[in-house]
């Protein structure tokens, strides 16, 4: 320690030995040795050689400020008991510096002789002093020492005994005013260190019980129950006005009479005589006046406000026992509106109250009764209006806590008290902390100024509480937490560098509802964006993390947008510099890919000077590029943002355009092997939505090797349904289901008996909660890839998983109890695909023999099968083993999707009806059955509705077929909508619906055989 520090340290103990009241004479010669001690540590300061001589006085200095703090923190009764051990313990301290000073080497000093002459002398003195202590203290400790049996038979001892104990700690009235002298006592006990100490706390304690006893009837215990009865002191005649008969609070004496009044009062009464034109007397003698001099009594005041004072003393005193645990409810309540009028009237009272111990109790009594609350809780805040010692002092209580359990009580009166104290303690920065940190306090304020069942002045009561807490810092994140943003929008918006970042941060931090998130993206995007593209230190990784929170929510992607977040993402991401701290880019991707997702307004926003977009081949590519040459958690975050890309109409074209141009398709068919599942998802998403428009490349590519396909295959077995099952789902549905190779690839890895186990589970309900959304796509893709295996009937494994698996019937089913349109289609098709191999599959029996000679020749053949025979096929048929859609029961299901709204499934649908009547079957029969099951009407139906040219051709063809029957045709001809439409076919249709509605015509007889328009063309 330097010289002049020492000096500064021994000037500091100084002023704190002059402030100690124990022993005060004492004390105060230590300062005056201490403040001498000064210049010649100043002289020791000059260079470093006295450096150990410094640290030895410092040392010695230490046990001064010891002894200093002790008698600073210890109760007086305390050091009365101590008084020689403390005033020993000064001694020896100051005389240990004396020798301590004796070490200084004078020669060396620099100072002047005297300087050197004055160390001597100091030293000397020092060493020599003898403190003394005070007669009354030294005589109490006497008297405490003698043998205690003595003491505690003498109760007249006990009695003076502890009345001069009394007097030497402050209380003067001690037969008026035990209690004070108990308050020592009390506080002694809490000083106790050791055996000697616990001797006499008890002695003294005996002593006050049995004086108290004596005097009041009652033991110290219940010495509360005696000041309960203190009387309040009537004033004096003299404090009373003798015009308004009360207690004076400006008392004036008339200068010519010498009596004292009000200063209003007679003032009034002055200008009462003046306007009724009558001489100033004196009230009380009568006596005209010369002269209306007022003096201001200043003796009579000044007693008033003794008298005053020592009521006010009583009042509170009185107060302590009212308010006891004990007490009764009533007594508690006017205890504290007595406290209150107190306050209110005077302001000063309030360190009574503090310093009586009441603030505690207070706060001990919010945890009674409704009433007893909300009375305690206004008159705590009635004590802390405009006084900061008292806020300290209640907030070093529970009252805090207690005050926010109230405000979650149903009564209402109750919480617009609670709110009001915590409106007050809350003008206090150190308890705006103390109220933050209360579980849940922020949180029930919030609602109170939100709640439409709250009354006006609680829920502005806790919105103001709530401003006054904003000071804290940490107080505004948790209101944001909970749904109060402005005051982190007002910092982010206009606050310094250093706030911005941090409330940035509680941005990125906190868990937003959607609201929340929404209401920042408007009010702090721009602010956001900007801190993005400075170069500030801290504002980049910040503020991405904070924009990565609020583009969770897709409705903020078009406010992102519009605000500007493309082109700094897009730098972040394909520049250089960042790619040293990969997290960031991480955060940046992932904005992005959120953003390209919530929305298409990206579509027409140029993310540079030269006008290029996101699906523009430069960063198309930049992403395939950081795709391939990234890790797996940025690299999902990318795929997303492709995904996002390809997943717009406009922009998909480009999108697949430009992976061509690349050659990227294998590297994204290559993330189907991840082993990190948001990359695995993301690329079978990505890959299932490329496959409308890139089947065959993926066909080719997922051929190349068989894992990416066994990978897909995998996931439609897996439990349940999801995401990335459904993407894979719709994948392989979208390969072109002609490409043989694949379908066989697909057999080999075992898709057919998990296609089959799915299909069943779903039509079994065997899903688990939560997958509702994915089900019917998931659906829709295992139905698709199990038709494809219809498509090459004439490959015996082909044929072998038809008939193995009983297709038909399962198809069939389909058709009957799914209504998802890409269900109902896909399974017309392969119903179509499997009847047409009906014919080929179906066993006709040899015809039997003629019999009846040589004119059998000229009988007609019948018409009907023999028995056990397909009507359509001629010969024996199964659902199973040829696919017959009679003996599937299917016809009816078809004729039912006839009327469905979907073109698409209708055609199908009119396709597979078509096989019935289509050689080498027998079309009569075949058109006998379409009858049966009532086809005819709604194939009509579809020509007259003309919804596609498709469907036109197809229904043309069917009816041509039914005209074919003379019986059909006479029936049909009566129809003037089914002419009128086949001749608008004849006349606006393709080619071949025109020929068709021509053939149809002549079966009608509305054209002649002859005519010879078309010429005949076989089906197509």
């Not at 001990?364 to 009635?382: F, I, P, S």
């Not at 005050?403 to 007050?424: F, N």
């Not at 406010?559 to 394909?574: E, H, M, N, T, V």
Request: glycine share 6%; net charge negative.
């Amino acid at each position: 320690m330097s010289g002049r520090h020492f000096s500064e340290k021994l000037t500091t103990v100084a002023q704190s030995a002059r402030q100690v009241k124990f022993e005060h004479d004492s004390f105060s010669q230590l300062a005056g040795y201490l403040e001498k001690l000064v210049p010649i540590a100043l002289e020791l300061q000059q260079g470093s050689k006295h450096d150990d001589l410094v640290q030895v006085l410092e040392k010695d200095l230490e046990s001064a400020t010891d002894l200093i703090s002790l008698c600073n923190n210890k109760s007086q009764m305390y050091l009365l008991t101590h008084c020689r051990s403390v005033v020993r313990q000064l001694e020896s301290v100051t005389h240990d510096m004396g020798k301590s000073l004796e070490l200084v080497p004078v020669a060396s000093l620099p100072g002047t002789d005297e300087t050197k002459k004055m160390v001597g002398n100091l030293s000397q003195e020092m060493q020599r002093i003898r403190f003394q202590v005070k007669e009354s203290e030294d005589r109490i400790c006497r008297a405490l020492e003698r043998e205690t049996s003595s003491i505690r038979s003498d109760l007249a001892l006990q009695n003076s005994l502890l009345v001069d104990i009394a007097r030497t700690v402050g209380v003067e009235d001690f037969s008026n005013n035990p209690h004070a002298l108990k308050n020592h006592i009390d506080l002694l006990k809490k000083d106790i260190q050791g055996p000697d100490d616990l001797h006499m706390s008890n002695l003294i304690a005996v002593m006050f019980d049995n004086v108290v006893k004596r005097h009041h009837g009652r033991s110290s215990g219940n010495y509360h129950e005696s000041r309960q009865r203190r009387r309040y002191e009537d004033p004096y005649e003299a404090f009373l006005c003798p015009l308004t008969g009360r207690v004076m609070s400006d008392p004036v004496t008339i200068v010519e009479t010498g009596k004292t009044y009000e200063r209003k009062a007679i003032e009034a009464f002055f200008a009462n005589c003046q306007d009724n034109k009558k001489p100033a007397i004196c009230p009380q003698t009568s006596k005209k006046l010369q002269s209306l001099d007022l003096k201001a009594s200043i003796a009579i005041r000044n007693a008033i406000e003794e008298w005053h004072a020592r009521n006010e003393s009583t009042r509170i005193e009185n107060a302590v026992p009212m308010l006891d645990a004990g007490s009764p409810e009533a007594d508690m309540i006017e205890a504290m509106e007595d406290i209150q009028e107190l306050c209110r009237r005077n302001r000063h009272i309030k360190a009574k109250v503090r310093n009586e111990g009441l603030i505690p109790i207070l706060v001990d009594r919010l945890k009674n009764g409704e009433e007893v609350r909300c009375k305690a809780l206004q008159t705590l805040r009635v004590l802390a209006e405009d006084d900061d010692d008292i806020k300290e002092a209640i907030g070093q209580t529970t009252a805090v806590w207690s005050a926010v359990k109230c405000l979650s009580r149903e009564l209402s009166r109750e919480r617009e008290e609670a709110v009001s104290l915590l409106l007050e303690l809350s003008k206090s920065y150190t308890l705006c902390e103390k109220i933050g940190a209360s579980s849940g306090a922020i949180l029930i304020l919030v609602g109170m100024t939100s709640s439409k069942s709250e009354n006006v002045l609680s829920a502005q009561r806790a919105d103001d509480t709530l401003n006054n807490l904003e000071m804290c810092d940490a107080n505004v994140r948790q209101m944001a937490e909970n749904g109060r943003l402005k005051p982190l929008i007002t910092r982010l918006l206009e606050g310094p560098d250093e706030l911005r970042i941090q409330m940035a941060s509680y941005i990125a931090d906190i868990a937003l509802n959607s609201e929340g998130k929404e209401r920042l993206a408007e009010s702090g995007s721009n602010v956001l964006i900007e801190m993005l593209e400075s170069n500030k230190a801290g504002y980049r990784e910040v503020s991405l993390k904070a924009l990565r929170a609020l583009s969770t929510l897709d409705s903020n992607g078009c406010l992102l947008i519009k605000a500007g977040i493309l082109p700094p993402l897009l730098r972040d991401l394909f520049m250089s510099g960042i790619s040293q701290v990969p997290k960031l880019k991480e955060v940046a991707a992932t904005v992005l890919a959120n953003v390209v997702n919530s929305c298409t307004d990206w579509e027409d926003v140029a993310v540079d000077n030269e006008g290029n977009t996101l699906t523009s081949e430069q960063y198309v590519h930049n992403l395939l590029l950081l795709i391939s040459n990234t890790g797996p958690a940025i690299g999902a975050k990318l795929l997303q943002v492709l995904l996002g890309l390809a997943s717009s109409p406009r922009g998909v074209s480009d999108v697949v355009s430009h992976i061509k141009s690349a050659g990227a398709l294998v590297t994204l068919i290559q993330f189907l092997e991840a082993q990190q599942k948001e990359l695995l998802v993301t690329s079978v998403r990505l890959l299932s939505c490329l496959s409308p428009y890139m089947g065959q490349d993926l066909a080719d590519g997922l051929r190349i090797t068989t894992r990416q396909l066994g990978t897909l295959v995998k996931l439609l077995g897996q439990s349940g349904v999801n995401v990335e099952m459904a993407a894979a789902a719709g994948l392989l549905a979208n390969l072109p289901v002609t490409d043989y190779n694949l379908t066989r690839a697909l057999m080999e890895e075992g898709v057919v008996s998990i296609l089959l186990s799915r299909i069943n589970d779903l039509k079994r309900g065997v899903v688990r909660i939560g997958a509702g959304k994915y089900v019917g796509p998931f659906q829709s893709g295992l139905v698709t890839i199990l038709a494809r295996f219809t498509y090459d009937l004439d490959d015996p494994d082909m044929l072998n998983i038809a008939t193995d698996n009983n297709l038909c019937t399962l198809f069939t089913s389909l058709l009957q109890t799914v209504s998802l349109d890409e269900v109902q289609r896909w399974s017309a098709i392969a119903l179509e695909n499997m009847s047409m191999k009906s014919k080929h599959l179906s066993e006709v029996p040899e015809p039997p023999a003629q019999a009846g000679g040589w004119f059998s020749c000229f009988k007609k053949p019948s018409r009907q099968p023999a028995a056990g025979l397909c009507p359509v096929h001629s010969g024996r048929c199964s659902a199973k083993s040829t696919f017959c859609l009679v003996e599937a029961g299917a016809v009816d299901p078809l004729v039912a999707c006839l009327e469905h709204r979907d073109t698409d499934i209708v055609e199908a649908t009119l396709q597979a009806l078509s096989t019935l009547i289509q050689e080498p079957c027998d079309v009569e029969r075949g058109v006998q059955v379409l009858s049966n099951a009532g086809a005819i009407p709604p194939v009509m139906a579809i020509l007259q509705e003309h919804r596609t040219e498709g469907l036109r051709e197809r229904s043309v063809w069917i009816l041509e077929r039914v005209l074919r029957s003379a019986e059909a045709a006479q029936t049909i001809a009566g129809s003037g909508d089914v002419h009128s439409s086949l001749v608008d076919a004849f006349r606006h249709g393709n080619y071949r619906s025109r020929q068709l509605a021509e053939k149809s015509l002549k079966h009608l007889n509305r054209i002649p055989n002859f005519s010879g328009v078309f010429q005949p063309v076989g089906r197509r």
